[in-house]
């Protein structure tokens, strides 16, 4: 989920009916249970609920705001969740390391509904779609306030342009960062070629007086306020956005963008297979994706969920559902110990520069 680079895990109570707690592999294997590690507010609590009141399952539910986070915690033990929702690069990180199991997809027949296309996508880091399956999706754009700024936004190079200095926000994420950078420059946002990252990280550079802030979830609240003019954000936040404030609009510039997906898999070490497949299965069904989706705005590759939208302009919305064949698309792939060293090592030079 694309809303979520802070650095802190939240970990709220929903209801006492529902178990928020850490999943430690001392309970991991207790009857009727079902330990979930998702993003913070990715679900509709009602679907844990539900699923709880149709399974007799107990679901232990907590909540990262980072893959890294999330990748550190299985590292630690694999059998601590049963079902995990990690994005694109980080389920080939994962599949790499063989820290997640092989579907049965005969235990989760629902898995028809999610489109084709969604799987295509996912070949390029689950090339034989063996681990996983796709809950949310989405681009990454640049929203702008049509009362604020006067020029066409169609390309990555507006973030450049000194006369928005002081109303730009960019994403506080390396992959994100970079991905501007090196698609603005006709370069693949997966590349290890150190001479294009070096450019890109000059550009970074040579853009920071023009930023306002580097932020997360801020972006979207900062753009509803009007307090900056053009800012990187989600599609899925885009949606939520111009719900909020009308001047607002969203555009997947030319040059092309980062088409991600987060996923549900099942760890190597989970003690409860047969629980996950039924919470992969209810993930799956028609209602309940629509249902999450109506809560998170994040798109779903849920085609059954998609065609029972009532919302006429979500349903149609190119922002929510646009033909990824007609753009200029990538998913993020694991870029391995060096590569994420080489960009973290540039990254560094990019924030520490006055």
Known sequence: MKKRLLSVVLAVAMTA????????????????KLYVYNWGEYIDEDVIRQFEEETGIKVVYDMFETNEIMYAKLAQDTSA??????????????????????????????????????????????????????????????????TMVDDVVDSWNILWDEKYSGQILMQDSVRD????????????????????????????????PLVQAYVIDQVRDKMIGEEAALGVIYSGEAIYTARENPDLE??????????????????????????????????????????????????????????????????????????????????YQYLGEDGDKLYADEWMKVKSAN
């Open 250 to 331: 969203y555009v997947v510039p030319k040059e092309g963008t980062n088409v991600w997906i987060d996923s549900w898999v099942i760890t190597k070490g989970s003690k409860n297979v047969e629980n996950a497949e039924k919470w992969i299965d209810f993930m799956c069904r028609g209602d309940i994706a629509l249902k999450n989706f109506e809560y998170i705005t994040y798109s779903t590759p849920n085609t059954e969920a998609q065609k029972n939208i009532e919302d006429e302009d979500i349903k149609n919305s190119k922002v929510a559902f646009p033909d990824l064949s007609t753009m200029k698309v990538e998913a």
């Open 81 to 146: 969740y049963d079902v995990v929702c990690p994005s694109d690069y980080m389920i080939q990180k994962l599949r790499e390391n063989d820290m997640i199991q092989p579907l049965n997809f005969d235990n989760i027949p629902n898995a028809k509904n999610i489109g084709q296309q969604y799987f295509e996508t996912s070949k390029s880091f689950d090339p034989e779609n063996k681990y996983s399956i796709p809950y949310c999706w989405g681009t990454v754009g640049i929203l702008y306030n049509k």
């Open 177 to 208: 960062a970079y991905m501007v950078a090196l698609i603005k420059n006709g370069y693949s946002q997966n590349t290890k070629n150190a001479s294009e990252i070096e450019k890109a990280t000059a550009d970074l550079i040579a853009q920071k």
């Open 17 to 32: 009916g529902l178990l928020i707690g850490c999943g430690s592999s001392s309970s991991a294997g207790s009857n009727g």
